[in-house]
């Protein structure tokens, strides 16, 4: 079982900065991909960034609403996934999910999500 707890949302000012977090307990013997993903009121679930092929190095995905404005990293001393969000828009505002997908030893494939955060920019 892979447990993950994020925080760091909250309500920002448009132009302003946040950094979410998301720490997993219990995680599988491999790591796959990590992503955080979206949900605006109103609109379906969105990929915001995704850092796949993780056992092979790494290869960052972006959305294009958000490329130059967030990034997604990874501390593996930590099992903690990041996301700062700079130079933040009201169209930011959401909830963000954390994803993590690999694989237990036993060679079956797990796909976890997090609780979801808040986060709103006024303008």
């Known amino acids: 079982q892979v447990q993950l707890v994020e925080s760091g949302g909250g309500k920002v000012q448009a132009g302003g900065s946040l950094r979410l977090s998301c720490a997993a307990s219990?995680?599988?013997?491999?790591?796959?991909?990590v992503a955080w993903y979206r949900r605006a009121p109103g609109k379906q679930r969105e990929l915001v960034a995704e850092i796949t092929r993780i056992t092979s190095g790494g290869s960052t995905n972006y959305a294009n609403s958000v490329k130059g404005r967030f990034t997604i990293s990874r501390d593996n001393d930590k099992n903690t996934v990041y996301l700062q969000m700079n130079s933040l828009k009201p169209e930011d505002t959401a909830v963000y999910y954390c994803n993590v997908r690999g694989l237990w030893a036993s060679g079956d494939e797990y796909d976890y999500w997090g609780q979801g955060t808040q986060v709103t920019v006024s303008s």
């Open positions: 219990g995680s599988g013997s491999s790591v796959n991909a």
